[in-house]
T-cell receptor, first 113, second 108 residues
Framework: DVKVTQSSRYLVKRTGEKVFLECVQD?????MFWYRQDPGLGLRLIYF???????EKGDIPEGYSVSREKKERFSLILESASTNQTSMYLC????????????FGPGTRLTVT | RKEVEQDPGPFNVPEGATVAFNCTYS??????FFWYRQDCRKEPKLLMS???SGNEDGRFTAQLNRASQYISLLIRDSKLSDSATYLC?????????FGTGTSLTVIP
């Protein structure tokens, strides 16, 4: 059974804190993605990675960075959290190429106060 | 302008009804198309990919109209378990664009 796990379901951080969101997949997928989901805006791609140490910006990379040191793990970093980064963050993985199913993790609800 | 637009609904239909959702996309160079389903407070899951010739999976039929830049999803004989939000997804190069979703409630 395919599995994508995220380190926390709920997280509360203060403005200015550095925040790490971790994602691990056990399917040996090359592609990994980070999205945020907001009401009325849907899911928006922040970053994705198609291989270890490789990354590409998505639609809304500002204020975020990522790290992929191992194939199974993809981290999203908020260098200095702001209130407008309060959101649901979803990680996904897929086989290489663009036509394969993305498997999503359960999401992390981040609140920045 | 949004890359992908969907009618948010909600669509409230009785069991057994047929319901159709449309989704439009703005970039004619878009390459791949999908419908995902998202249950309340859950992660999205792939329902079906959408192929140029149209495709069917049981009670679900997906169609793509490249000339008019829209994709559609038809659900026949609706079940209570079909209640969810349906997300239209379009790929352009390495970018994936999700619609905001269409909410469906199937009523007994």
């Amino acid at each position: 059974d395919v599995k994508v796990t995220q380190s926390s379901r709920y997280l509360v951080k203060r403005t200015g804190e550095k925040v790490f969101l971790e994602c691990v997949q056990d399917m040996d997928h090359e592609n990994m993605f980070w999205y945020r989901q907001d009401p009325g805006l849907g899911l928006r791609l922040i970053y994705f990675s198609y291989d270890v140490k490789m990354k590409e910006k998505g639609d809304i990379p500002e204020g975020y960075s990522v790290s992929r040191e191992k194939k199974e793990r993809f981290s999203l970093i908020l260098e200095s959290a702001s209130t407008n980064q309060t959101s649901m963050y979803l990680c996904a993985s897929s086989l290489p190429g663009g036509d394969y199913e993305q498997y999503f993790g359960p999401g992390t609800r981040l609140t920045v106060t | 302008r949004k890359e992908v637009e969907q009618d948010p609904g909600p669509f409230n239909v009785p069991e057994g009804a047929t319901v159709a959702f449309n989704c439009t996309y703005s970039n004619s160079a878009s390459q791949s198309f999908f419908w995902y389903r998202q249950d309340c407070r859950k992660e999205p899951k792939l329902l079906m990919s959408v192929y140029s010739s149209g495709n069917e999976d049981g009670r679900f039929t997906a169609q793509l109209n490249r000339a008019s830049q829209y994709i559609s999803l038809l659900i026949r004989d609706s079940k209570l378990s079909d209640s969810a939000t349906y997300l239209c997804v379009v790929r352009l190069g390495n970018q994936f664009y999700f619609g905001t979703g269409t909410s469906l409630t199937v009523i007994p």
